[in-house]
């Protein structure tokens, strides 16, 4: 299979149109019928399910998404690997969580970057799930995220230890003098999705199943312009919260009758 073909199985899965496609790659559509017929005839599986007015994929082709996704990754970084040799001597891959990224990782990569001015590093954010993929699959070096991966020929340990704290907006006083774990319920608490195993599970544990937020978003540093100008409370990282409470823009909320479970970042590589 070559790159223009995998390429092509993306896009066509994305847009699920053949037409559409076709046009966004400047080929024939006949071009996109034959790049996909021989993909599903090399890999022995129908990818798609085409009718009249939708194509979706198969879940085989739903498997090998993820996989295409990666063989174009790895093929560019080693592209770039190989292109790097000529300009720097080394070149290090490092992914990321965005929260993590911006608490802790910014202030040392600047100030690493200051001092290695012949060395590239590539960074990519993205979930703790496909970073730790990219790793395995050698696309990266180096991955910084909250999940834990212990195995064979996997270097991981603690990066940094973070609280997990109650904040709100200044000025909303509702619970200036702390909060009663079946207040929740009761409250303006926009959610963040946090995909921190125990630190997750201990949210959502805190509302009924299915409870429908007023708010609910996958990015801790995207929930504080919300608390910050429509109110609301909700749990953050406190390393996140720490410059908004210094200048007084968001408050902590003392919890009253229950507490809340520490944040565990990991850095993990291959040995």
């Known amino acids: 299979m070559d790159t223009q073909t995998l390429k092509t199985f993306l896009l066509l899965a994305k847009l699920k149109n053949f037409t559409q496609t076709a046009e966004q790659l400047y080929v024939a559509q006949s071009t996109v019928t034959n790049r996909i017929a021989d993909l599903e005839a090399e890999l022995g599986t129908p990818l798609f399910v085409r009718s009249k007015r939708s194509v979706t994929l198969t879940p085989e082709g739903l498997s090998f998404e993820q996989y295409a996704r990666r063989i174009l990754e790895l093929e560019q970084t080693a592209f770039q690997e190989m292109n790097s040799i000529r300009n720097f001597s080394h070149t290090t891959h490092i992914g990321t969580t965005n929260t993590i990224y911006e608490c802790y990782l910014y202030p040392q990569i600047k100030e690493w970057l200051k001092e290695h001015p012949r060395h590239a ?3 990519t954010i993205g979930h703790s799930q496909d970073l730790l993929c990219a790793l395995q699959d050698g696309i990266m070096d180096q991955v910084y995220c909250y999940t834990p991966l212990r195995k064979k020929g996997i270097f991981c340990e603690v990066f940094a230890i973070d609280e997990l704290i109650l904040v709100t907006g200044t000025g909303q006083n509702q619970y200036q003098n702390g909060i009663y774990k079946s207040d929740l319920i009761h409250s303006d608490y926009l959610f963040c999705n946090f995909a921190l195993q125990e630190v997750g599970s201990f949210i959502r544990e805190l509302f009924p199943p299915h409870f429908l937020f007023r708010l609910e978003i996958d ?18 990282p406190e390393s996140l919260a720490k410059p908004y409470l210094e200048n007084g823009a968001l408050t902590k909320i003392p919890l009253l009758d229950f507490e809340a479970p520490k944040i565990s970042c990991y850095k993990i590589q291959k040995v």
Do not use: C, R
């Not at 990015?219 to 953050?236: A, M, R, V």
């Open 219 to 236: 990015n801790s540093t995207k929930l504080i312009p919300y608390l910050l100008d429509i109110g609301g409370i909700s749990f953050l």
């Open 121 to 123: 590093l590539k960074i």
